[in-house]
């Protein structure tokens, strides 16, 4: 009997559906090289938007107030002071350089940006920036970016075995818990 049945169904089914056309596929299914490019391009916007971010942090028209007298210094108004002492006798050693010498103006920020950014991703939390002194033009300029920027607690020229008059030793704020103190 049940085929008998089976038999009825089927051609009551072929019945119903002979007049039935096939539908044409008119979605895209996402494949996973487009999701790829897609990700890809977002990423490059958060990088330019990051970059032209961090290019504000370098204004050449805000000069900060840094003392004339002695060697070129400056701590954040909310930092410990005892930070800057340490980094004029060396406590900090570099855990990272920068080495600035024949870099225009605009090459030095894009390189300073990507050197606090580094230091933020490794957890580093002192580098050594070597501008050199040359016609003075990165001597001068590099301090006055540098107190600009919202991660940098601190820096001081540097002592002598990591560059002296041509260098400045930066403090990086970073996370508390990867903190080398």
């Known amino acids: 009997m049940t085929n008998k049945e089976d038999l009825d169904d089927f051609s009551l089914f072929k019945d119903a559906v002979s007049g039935a056309r096939k539908i044409k596929q008119d979605t895209i299914k996402p494949d996973k090289p487009r999701i790829k490019e897609k990700i890809q ?41 005892y930070e800057l002492k340490k980094l004029r006798r060396g406590d900090y050693a570099p855990e990272i350089y920068l080495d600035l010498h024949g870099l225009t103006q605009q090459q030095a920020k ?24 040359g016609t003075h033009v990165l001597k001068r300029k590099t301090p006055l970016w540098l107190a600009q920027h ?27 818990m990867y903190a080398r103190r």
């Open 41 to 81: 391009r977002q990423e490059i916007k958060h990088d330019r938007v990051r970059d032209e971010l961090e290019k504000d942090y370098f204004s050449d028209l805000y000069e900060p107030h840094l003392e004339e007298q002695g060697p070129t210094r400056y701590i954040r108004p909310s930092a410990d002071k």
């Open 110 to 133: 894009a390189e300073l940006a990507a050197l606090i950014r580094e230091c933020k991703k490794r957890h580093y939390q002192t580098c050594c920036v070597m501008h050199g002194i």
């Open 150 to 176: 919202p991660d940098v607690v601190a820096f001081h020229q540097a002592p002598l075995e990591f560059g002296g008059n041509g260098a400045l030793l930066v403090l990086i704020e970073i996370e508390e």
